[in-house]
């Protein structure tokens, strides 16, 4: 084509919908949001940054449950609060959850305080890249989740339009180490881990629970995106995020899993029963969970990870805009 805003500015374009009898509202809302966009009088929240079909509804013996009848019954959750903090839903090959969490963290985080354009996004394959090959397993799995914070702190990520994620995924690529292109990296990260506070309250254990999931819960709604770790079992795959996930009473009674498993924590809330659970955002795929977004109770959680911002990206931002600023005036 001679011109195609597909091949020019595709952030201003929206997902195909599928309508019912609400097509010209549909087409007049698009209008009007893409009119704004492309003078920058509202914020580039691209629709594909979050996998959201309200009428997609998972049916049960129940009625029908979609995931906007989930994030509208939570408590708090980004879904609802600003959504375009949400990346599209990956699905995995490789055992690089780990990869996948820290980096939409630090994605969110930036984008939470102005400090990142919305329309870009982080490089998971550069992350993975700079990790010491000695510190991955065969299937990409991460050995420590401070190791993997420290590392994300000293090196950064690039933006994954310099580096896009392989397919499959690429555990074990080479890296040029004179390449001196800008990356971001967040100012500090801090693993929270439930042992600690059990041990540091070993007196009342409770207490130290409480702390730990209040402090969990305020860094959701302060800060962004949270990477958490919980123990996966066997039940969890097998029921596919379909409920709030706890395990059987045979998961129970048997050793706790040797691994956890690392996802985003996008909100919280309480069952009817006044028990604490999480909604996450999963990396395994649209078709796990509600649209990739499964919930879990919060004593399945043993760790979560705080991160802060960094300012260098901030000034380079702030002067972005200033040099737009022109534009948005004319």
Same mark, same amino acid.
């Given at each position: 084509m001679d011109f195609s805003w597909i091949t020019r500015m595709p952030h201003l374009l929206f997902p195909a919908m599928r309508q019912f009898d609400i097509c010209w509202e549909t087409v007049s809302v698009r209008h009007l949001e893409s009119v704004m966009m492309n003078i920058c009088l509202i914020p580039l929240t691209r629709q594909d940054i979050i996998v959201y079909v309200p009428n997609d509804c998972f049916l049960s013996d129940g009625p029908a449950i979609c995931l906007s009848d989930i994030s509208d019954s939570m408590e708090f959750t980004w879904?609802?609060?600003?959504?375009?903090?949400?990346?599209?839903?990956?699905?995995?090959?490789? =055992?690089?959850c780990w990869a996948i969490a820290f980096v939409r963290? %630090?994605?969110?985080?930036? @984008?939470?305080?102005?400090?990142?354009?919305?329309?870009e996004h982080l490089s998971i394959q550069d992350f993975i890249d700079r990790i010491p090959k000695r510190r991955l397993r065969s299937d990409g799995a991460a050995i420590s989740l401070r190791e993997v914070g420290f590392y994300l702190q000293k090196f950064g990520v690039l933006l994954e339009s310099e580096c896009r994620l392989a397919s499959p995924e690429r555990i074990f690529g080479v890296i040029n180490r004179?390449?001196?292109?800008?990356?971001?990296?967040?100012?500090?990260?801090?693993?929270?881990?439930?042992?600690?506070y059990l041990y540091k309250y070993k007196?009342? =254990?409770?207490?130290?629970?409480?702390?730990?999931?209040?402090? %969990?819960?305020?860094?959701? @709604?302060?800060?962004?995106l949270v990477s958490v770790n919980f123990l996966s079992y066997e039940s969890y795959w097998q029921e596919k995020g379909k409920g709030i996930f706890f395990p059987t009473d045979e998961e129970m009674n048997s050793p706790l899993p040797t691994c956890g498993y690392v996802i985003l924590a996008a909100g919280s809330s309480h069952d009817e029963n006044g028990n604490l659970y999480y909604l996450c955002q999963e990396s395994g795929g649209t078709e796990f969970g509600f649209d990739g977004y499964s919930r879990v109770y919060a004593n399945l959680i043993n760790?979560?990870?705080?991160?802060?911002g960094t300012t260098l990206w901030l000034c380079l931002y702030l002067v972005e805009w200033l040099l737009l600023l022109p534009l948005i005036i004319l």
């Open positions: 879904l609802k609060e600003k959504p375009y903090l949400l990346c599209a839903v990956i699905k995995q090959i490789m =055992a690089i963290q %630090l994605e969110s985080v930036l @984008k939470n305080k102005w400090l990142m354009p919305l329309t004179r390449d001196k292109r800008l990356r971001r990296c967040p100012k500090t990260v801090e693993v929270h881990s439930l042992r600690v007196e009342d =254990a409770f207490k130290g629970y409480g702390i730990f999931h209040s402090r %969990l819960q305020t860094l959701i @709604k302060e800060s962004g760790a979560y990870v705080e991160m802060s």
